[in-house]
T-cell receptor
Framework: GAGVSQSPSNKVTEKGKDVELRCDPI?????LYWYRQSLGQGLEFLIY????????KSGLPSDRFSAERTGGSVSTLTIQRTQQEDSAVYLC?????????????FGPGTRLTVT | GEDVEQSLFLSVREGDSSVINCTYT??????LYWYKQEPGAGLQLLTY?????DMKQDQRLTVLLNKKDKHLSLRIADTQTGDSAIYFC???????????FGTGTRLKVLA
């Protein structure tokens, strides 16, 4: 079956512009995660959605970052007024459970470059 | 707070064994994981171990967990060039969604 897909695969944007990154999770997965991967920094948790519950946004680095998940499926991560330090690979993952102990399935990521 | 640390690089010769190490600070985790990331791809789960286990073997992979020292390791036997990738350890916690990932170890296998 189809895995987690993300688009675009690469995005180059000018400092100050807004960007939207999209994630299509595996059908039926109730949990969806966004992570940021910077060089040598590992995976930084950004936000988590579980079903219709309010998302946990505690990992978002600033109020320029926001995310939504429509209809319990597709998710969009929006970064407003991008800065050079936002350059990173943004990874989305989905899981069929909302508690630790279950495999996360990752998409290939969106590489964001802010010039 | 939680912290998961790994060495950044490891280089081995093809056919040798590789040992990738991970240390963590929060001992309340229920599961510990090893993920593999190949170039340009997302992470893929390799194996995991429940926190009340000491060892798990899965074909060429052996996971060792030392709870006293809060140390997790992944041994890859007969390492192949296809094993070249970044390896992440991670832990998850009871009753929550939370996963904490390490910084990743880049394994380079020399032919």
């Amino acid at each position: 079956g189809a895995g987690v897909s993300q688009s675009p695969s690469n995005k180059v944007t000018e400092k100050g512009k807004d960007v939207e990154l999209r994630c299509d999770p595996i059908s039926g997965h109730t949990a969806l995660y966004w992570y940021r991967q910077s060089l040598g920094q590992g995976l930084e948790f950004l936000i988590y959605f579980q079903g219709n519950s309010a998302p946990d946004k505690s990992g978002l680095p600033s109020d320029r970052f926001s995310a939504e998940r429509t209809g319990g499926s597709v998710s969009t991560l929006t970064i407003q007024r991008t800065q050079q330090e936002d350059s990173a690979v943004y990874l989305c993952a989905s899981s069929h459970r909302d508690r630790g102990g279950y495999e996360q399935y990752f998409g290939p990521g969106t590489r964001l470059t802010v010039t | 707070g939680e912290d998961v640390e790994q060495s950044l690089f490891l280089s081995v010769r093809e056919g040798d064994s590789s040992v990738i190490n991970c240390t963590y600070t929060d001992s309340s985790s229920t599961y510990l994981y090893w993920y593999k990331q190949e170039p340009g791809a997302g992470l893929q789960l390799l194996t995991y171990i429940f926190s009340n286990m000491d060892m798990k073997q899965d074909q060429r992979l052996t996971v060792l967990l030392n709870k006293k020292d809060k140390h997790l390791s992944l041994r890859i036997a007969d390492t192949q060039t296809g094993d070249s990738a970044i390896y992440f350890c991670a832990e998850s916690f009871p009753g929550t969604y939370k996963y904490i990932f390490g910084t990743g170890t880049r394994l380079k296998v020399l032919a």
